[in-house]
């Protein structure tokens, strides 16, 4: 047998599960009037030792909670799976939505009446004194253009902290918060007075070491606060734990750990503080297994049991964290995404594979737990044990969408192409959804930008117009060109311009952030920070980067393919034809309540075969199959009746043309050409910190909410509908098998987007049944990586499931599904998105 099967949850685990599980997320005040406060009592100090106050006041003052049955403790909100606002980075959407985000249609919080007034208040303090209100005032008329027509956003950092980091949890784990204060320390001995940098590089140590002292008796006081129930606890078993806990709590952080319970303490408590600190999302836990396996290995108390509950229970506390956007930014991350990546596996520094003893836990906790956090990852290589590959694709088969794997052939050269040291780079974790980065030195600004190929490649065929608005530069009237080439040379021009504004809006934001929101605390965990006296948003991290990224990319090459064979080579189509159909939406409305596309297509296909069949019964009073098939195959080419039949037609011929994602070199090389087109574009500009721009293409579940933006394309596609999301071809066009698909995917140029690529595929769970179908999963794993892949995640779930759980939620609440680079509760998530990924073709072998 391969399978190995899993355990059961311990009891206290499940119950903290069902605590997660049930919770109402409500916005919480403290966080906001506490920083308000701090910022008002620091008018005359510099921005940094201002960031410093306030970490001081809110670790001195944030509520201490210590949930019933936890033995790992340390809570951002008194509310499990709450949230607090961070007002320095922006606030006025927050006040729009008091009455309304209760209510909203992608992840609702509840906002108290009394809450709403301590926010309020709190506000009062902020405008004119955010890092969104500095961003904007830095950015011409023209990136805001782009941005309010949907070529691109920067909302995330724009409105938010900047996160997307992976800090060195080793470091604190070895040597405590007073080993930074002593490395601080250290560092100010050795300043030279004379260097102009002088009075800056104090400021920041000065920070750090604030900080720190405040971090420090914020562990101190969850000891107190442990003692203060044990005291008062009944049971002896609880009492126990409360006064162990209290003792892990009055050691670690401030010192290092010695066994693997304060290991994990103090890894949580660095978790915690870092979402503290500031609002951005993807601070990641990283290669979790390398830096906590030496603390197991070397505790000759602890039982592998005992060792498991505490994995188990920090990853209930990973789903207890939460975050609250803005509607429309809601509706891009839907399903409380917070995209805490957990990395295992994969090669060290030196090349060797690093499986250990924790890479194998975490699975189990992943079985154990079936929660949407951590995002958890393995890393794959040549040398990755096949028992490895079996227990990863064996946890796939549970349906939790994870783990996500990653290829280290691609991903490792890809960084060394970028400046990454080889060490470093065999090194990598991945940060939020699919991005790479050497831990600890990196400051990446993943997810920096949402670009929008398939609303430049309508903006092409219009011209560069939106509506009557000439937003892009004048490429020519589509029905004059000649060539494909032409189409290729319009849309690179259509690029460049617009990438142009998207660097110059994601430059703004960072050098905004610069100004008013350095963060002593994180920056002190990132390498060189200490070392070079500075903050990582002023580029005190080692590797800098900023990594936008970008979707439509397969519709984008089917539309180039569909133009080439259906107008330039089969000649079916004129121009003319198909910017008259592409402009009246092919003759349907716009917009509405639209059905998955699979859905669609049967309810289509439905309709065409019982209008056969009553026309032939009609006729004749009996059935003849021959008949019957004829009139179904004659109909099934021709177009309905519903409509302009004219421009239906057109459609009918654009959704035949081969689609990218069947293994079809003409077809798939569009696709690779669209997407080279915006990665080296990108790669043309460097950002304040002294790092290049690198692209990505991954979607989040944007490629659902900016498809909104995208009018009729010539792949058949209707105005706002869903969007390709990632490297994935469209729903429902690969159907030629999951190999194929995945074959397509792997002639993209995943190296020259090295900040993430994102392959989604779904499988029907009998496909992957009993150990022959472990072993055909695994091999098509290794395939698609052997051919250069970077990056692939699994739904195993049938359509009637998802469409059951569409109707009585209530029943499939533990439903966790994949959505794009992170998993989510699947009833939580907006009915759209749960349609789009209903629509994704379910593949067997």
Request: net charge negative; glycine share 6%; aromatic share 10%.
């Amino acid at each position: 047998m391969i399978a190995r099967g899993f355990t059961k949850a311990t009891e206290r685990v499940e119950k903290l599960k069902r605590v997660i599980l049930d919770a109402t997320p409500y916005v919480e005040s403290e966080r906001a009037v506490l920083v308000t406060d701090a910022y008002k009592e620091t008018e005359g100090l510099s921005p940094v030792l201002r960031r410093a106050k306030a970490a001081e006041k809110i670790f001195n003052n944030l509520p201490i909670t210590i949930r019933d049955n936890e033995l790992i403790v340390g809570a951002i909100t008194k509310n499990p799976r709450s949230t607090e606002i961070c007002p320095e980075f922006s606030f006025d959407w927050v006040e729009k939505e008091f009455d309304t985000m209760g209510q909203r249609l992608a992840d609702p919080f509840q906002i108290p009446k009394e809450t709403a007034k301590e926010l309020h208040d709190a506000f009062l303090y902020w405008p004119g004194k955010t890092t969104s209100d500095l961003a904007t005032s830095y950015m011409s008329q023209e990136a805001k253009d782009c941005m309010g027509a949907g070529v691109f956003t920067v909302g995330n950092y724009f409105y938010g902290g900047v996160g997307h980091v992976s800090v060195d949890y080793g470091k604190i784990l070895k040597k405590g918060f007073r080993g930074v204060i002593t490395e601080v320390v250290e560092a100010m001995e050795k300043m030279d007075r004379c260097d102009p940098e002088y009075i800056k590089k104090q400021q920041f140590y000065n920070g750090v070491i604030i900080t720190y002292n405040a971090a420090i008796n914020f562990s101190h006081r969850y000891a107190d606060k442990a003692m203060e129930l044990a005291a008062a606890e009944m049971n002896p078993t609880r009492k126990a734990e409360l006064l162990q806990i209290a003792r892990n709590c009055a050691k670690v952080p401030e010192n290092g750990a010695t066994n693997f319970y304060e290991a994990c303490q103090s890894f949580w408590f660095v978790q915690a503080m870092l979402q503290i600190e500031s609002s951005g999302h993807s601070i990641s836990p990283g290669r979790f297994d390398q830096y906590m396996y030496p603390y197991y290995q070397n505790d000759p108390s602890i039982t592998p049991e005992f060792a498991q509950e505490l994995i188990d229970c920090i990853f209930i506390k990973l789903n207890d964290v939460n975050k609250t956007r803005d509607e429309v930014s809601a509706q891009a991350f839907a399903g409380y995404a917070v995209f805490q990546n957990l990395c295992v596996g994969g090669q060290d520094e030196e090349g060797i594979d690093a499986t250990n003893d924790v890479s194998y836990m975490c699975m189990e906790a992943v079985a154990h737990v079936r929660l949407p956090a951590p995002s958890f990852s393995i890393r794959v290589w040549q040398g990755t044990p096949d028992e490895f590959l079996f227990r990863a694709c064996e946890v796939t088969r549970l349906g939790l969408g994870v783990p996500a794997m990653y290829n280290d052939e691609v991903i490792i050269p890809a960084l060394v192409n970028r400046g990454v040291t080889l060490n470093d780079a065999r090194n990598y974790c991945i940060i939020g959804c699919v991005e790479p980065q050497c831990p600890h030195k990196t400051e990446g600004w993943h997810d920096a930008a949402f670009f929008n190929v398939a609303k430049v490649f309508e903006i092409t065929l219009n011209n560069g117009k939106v509506g009557d608005t000439q937003l892009g530069p004048v490429t020519g009237d589509i029905t004059t060109f000649t060539s494909i080439d032409d189409f290729f040379t319009a849309f690179t021009k259509q690029i460049k311009y617009f990438v142009h504004y998207l660097a110059e809006a994601d430059n703004c934001v960072d050098i905004a952030h610069a100004e008013r929101c350095p963060l002593p605390f994180l920056s002190a965990l990132v390498d060189d920070c200490i070392g070079r006296g500075k903050s990582v948003a002023e580029g005190g991290a080692i590797y800098n980067f900023t990594g936008p990224q970008a979707f439509g990319v397969a519709d984008s090459g089917d539309s180039m393919y569909a133009i080439q064979k259906n107008v330039f080579e089969d000649k079916s189509i004129t121009l003319t034809e198909l910017k008259n159909a592409l402009d009246a939406n092919f003759g349907q409305p716009v917009g509405g309540n639209v059905a998955p596309a699979m859905n669609m297509k049967e309810m289509t296909t439905e309709m065409k075969v019982y209008e056969v069949v009553r026309k032939i019964l009609s006729t004749s009073g009996s059935m003849d199959i021959a008949k019957l098939t004829d009139e179904v195959a004659s109909m099934s080419s021709s177009p309905t009746t519903c409509g302009n039949n004219d421009y239906l037609k057109i459609q009918g011929i654009l959704n035949r043309t081969p689609a990218f994602g069947n293994d079809i070199d003409e077809v798939d090389i569009m696709a690779r050409k669209c997407a080279q087109i915006y990665c080296k574009e990108v790669e043309k500009y460097t950002n304040p910190r002294g790092g290049q721009f690198q692209a990505g293409i991954y979607p989040v579940s944007a490629n659902v909410l900016f498809g909104k933006d995208v009018a009729a394309l010539p792949d058949g596609r209707l105005a706002k509908m869903p969007l390709a999301d990632g490297v994935s071809p469209r729903a429902g066009k690969d159907v030629n098998g999951p190999t194929a698909a995945a074959n397509s995917v792997a002639k993209l140029d995943h190296f020259s987007a090295s900040n993430g690529t994102l392959y989604n595929q779904k499988f029907l769970p009998a496909a992957l049944s009993g150990d022959k179908g472990l072993q055909t999963f695994s091999a098509l794993v290794r395939s698609y990586f052997d051919h250069k892949g970077m990056h692939v995640q699994f739904n195993v779930i049938d359509k009637e499931t998802l469409l059951a759980a569409q109707r009585d939620p209530d029943s499939y609440r533990d439903l966790v599904v994949r959505v794009a680079g992170y998993s989510a509760q699947f009833t939580v998530l907006a009915k759209e998105v749960q349609d789009d990924i209903i629509s994704r073709t379910e593949q067997s072998f």
